[in-house]
Nanobody, 130 residues
Framework: QLQLVESGGGLVQPGGSLRLSCTASGFTLDYYVIGWFRQAPGKGREGVSCISESGGSPRYADSVKGRFIVSRDNAKATVYLQMNSLKPEDTAVYYC???????????????????????WGQGTQVFVSS
Protein backbone atom coordinates (compact mmCIF):
# COMPACT_ATOMS: atom_id res chain seq x y z
CA GLN A 1 0.00 0.00 0.00
CA LEU A 2 1.44 3.34 -1.09
CA GLN A 3 1.75 5.67 1.87
CA LEU A 4 3.35 8.97 2.92
CA VAL A 5 3.75 9.73 6.61
CA GLU A 6 4.76 13.11 7.98
CA SER A 7 6.32 13.63 11.39
CA GLY A 8 8.19 16.28 13.34
CA GLY A 9 5.48 18.85 13.90
CA GLY A 10 4.82 20.49 17.23
CA LEU A 11 4.78 23.71 19.20
CA VAL A 12 7.70 26.11 18.80
CA GLN A 13 8.36 29.71 19.79
CA PRO A 14 8.78 32.41 17.15
CA GLY A 15 12.32 32.35 15.82
CA GLY A 16 12.67 28.66 16.55
CA SER A 17 13.21 25.71 14.24
CA LEU A 18 11.57 22.42 13.41
CA ARG A 19 12.44 19.65 10.99
CA LEU A 20 9.61 17.80 9.35
CA SER A 21 10.08 14.37 7.82
CA CYS A 22 8.06 12.65 5.13
CA THR A 23 8.64 8.92 4.84
CA ALA A 24 7.34 6.86 1.95
CA SER A 25 6.35 3.22 1.97
CA GLY A 26 4.91 0.97 -0.68
CA PHE A 27 6.68 2.71 -3.57
CA THR A 28 10.14 3.84 -4.67
CA LEU A 29 10.53 7.46 -3.70
CA ASP A 30 13.40 7.97 -6.17
CA TYR A 31 11.01 8.45 -9.10
CA TYR A 32 8.74 11.01 -7.52
CA VAL A 33 8.66 14.78 -7.26
CA ILE A 34 7.85 15.73 -3.66
CA GLY A 35 5.91 18.79 -2.66
CA TRP A 36 5.34 20.29 0.76
CA PHE A 37 2.09 22.15 1.31
CA ARG A 38 0.48 23.75 4.31
CA GLN A 39 -3.01 24.72 5.30
CA ALA A 40 -3.83 27.21 8.02
CA PRO A 41 -7.29 27.35 9.63
CA GLY A 42 -9.79 28.95 7.31
CA LYS A 43 -7.34 29.14 4.40
CA GLY A 44 -6.63 27.13 1.29
CA ARG A 45 -3.74 24.74 0.81
CA GLU A 46 -0.54 26.64 0.03
CA GLY A 47 2.49 25.23 -1.75
CA VAL A 48 5.65 25.66 0.32
CA SER A 49 8.39 23.75 -1.45
CA CYS A 50 9.00 21.34 -4.29
CA ILE A 51 11.97 19.07 -4.84
CA SER A 52 12.79 17.06 -7.95
CA GLU A 53 13.55 13.34 -8.02
CA SER A 54 17.28 14.05 -7.91
CA GLY A 55 17.02 16.73 -5.23
CA GLY A 56 18.67 19.50 -7.22
CA SER A 57 17.54 23.19 -7.15
CA PRO A 58 14.45 22.98 -4.93
CA ARG A 59 11.70 25.54 -5.35
CA TYR A 60 10.30 27.61 -2.49
CA ALA A 61 7.33 29.87 -2.01
CA ASP A 62 8.31 33.50 -1.46
CA SER A 63 6.84 33.33 2.04
CA VAL A 64 9.44 30.77 3.17
CA LYS A 65 12.41 31.47 0.90
CA GLY A 66 15.59 31.88 2.90
CA ARG A 67 14.07 30.24 5.98
CA PHE A 68 13.04 26.73 4.86
CA ILE A 69 15.28 24.10 3.33
CA VAL A 70 14.01 20.94 1.67
CA SER A 71 16.18 17.88 1.12
CA ARG A 72 15.74 14.22 0.38
CA ASP A 73 17.45 10.95 1.17
CA ASN A 74 16.15 8.47 -1.36
CA ALA A 75 18.02 5.62 0.30
CA LYS A 76 15.90 6.24 3.40
CA ALA A 77 12.79 7.01 1.36
CA THR A 78 12.51 10.27 3.30
CA VAL A 79 12.17 13.93 2.44
CA TYR A 80 12.91 16.61 5.02
CA LEU A 81 11.71 20.16 5.49
CA GLN A 82 13.99 22.16 7.76
CA MET A 83 12.08 25.19 8.99
CA ASN A 84 14.08 28.00 10.56
CA SER A 85 13.20 31.46 11.89
CA LEU A 86 9.62 30.35 12.30
CA LYS A 87 6.88 32.96 12.50
CA PRO A 88 3.34 32.77 13.90
CA GLU A 89 2.06 32.92 10.32
CA ASP A 90 3.81 29.62 9.63
CA THR A 91 1.25 27.93 11.88
CA ALA A 92 -0.56 25.32 9.80
CA VAL A 93 -0.96 21.64 9.09
CA TYR A 94 1.91 20.62 6.84
CA TYR A 95 1.48 17.95 4.19
CA CYS A 96 3.91 16.17 1.93
CA UNK A 97 2.80 14.95 -1.45
CA UNK A 98 4.23 12.95 -4.32
CA UNK A 99 3.89 13.23 -8.06
CA UNK A 100 5.04 10.64 -10.59
CA UNK A 101 5.15 13.29 -13.33
CA UNK A 102 8.56 15.01 -13.62
CA UNK A 103 6.83 18.02 -15.18
CA UNK A 104 5.38 18.79 -11.78
CA UNK A 105 8.84 20.11 -10.95
CA UNK A 106 10.26 21.08 -14.35
CA UNK A 107 7.22 22.98 -15.58
CA UNK A 108 7.45 25.44 -12.68
CA UNK A 109 3.77 26.31 -12.86
CA UNK A 110 2.71 22.95 -11.47
CA UNK A 111 5.14 22.80 -8.55
CA UNK A 112 2.78 24.50 -6.11
CA UNK A 113 -0.48 23.25 -7.56
CA UNK A 114 -2.05 20.66 -5.26
CA UNK A 115 -3.91 18.99 -8.12
CA UNK A 116 -0.57 18.07 -9.73
CA UNK A 117 0.23 15.63 -6.93
CA UNK A 118 -1.09 12.10 -6.77
CA UNK A 119 -0.41 11.00 -3.21
CA TRP A 120 -0.70 12.78 0.10
CA GLY A 121 0.24 12.22 3.70
CA GLN A 122 -2.10 12.80 6.61
CA GLY A 123 -0.38 16.00 7.71
CA THR A 124 1.49 17.17 10.80
CA GLN A 125 0.55 20.21 12.86
CA VAL A 126 3.03 23.06 13.33
CA PHE A 127 2.12 25.71 15.87
CA VAL A 128 4.31 28.79 16.27
CA SER A 129 3.50 30.81 19.35
CA SER A 130 5.10 32.39 22.38
Amino acid sequence: QLQLVESGGGLVQPGGSLRLSCTASGFTLDYYVIGWFRQAPGKGREGVSCISESGGSPRYADSVKGRFIVSRDNAKATVYLQMNSLKPEDTAVYYCSASADPNTYYSGNLSFRASAYHYWGQGTQVFVSS
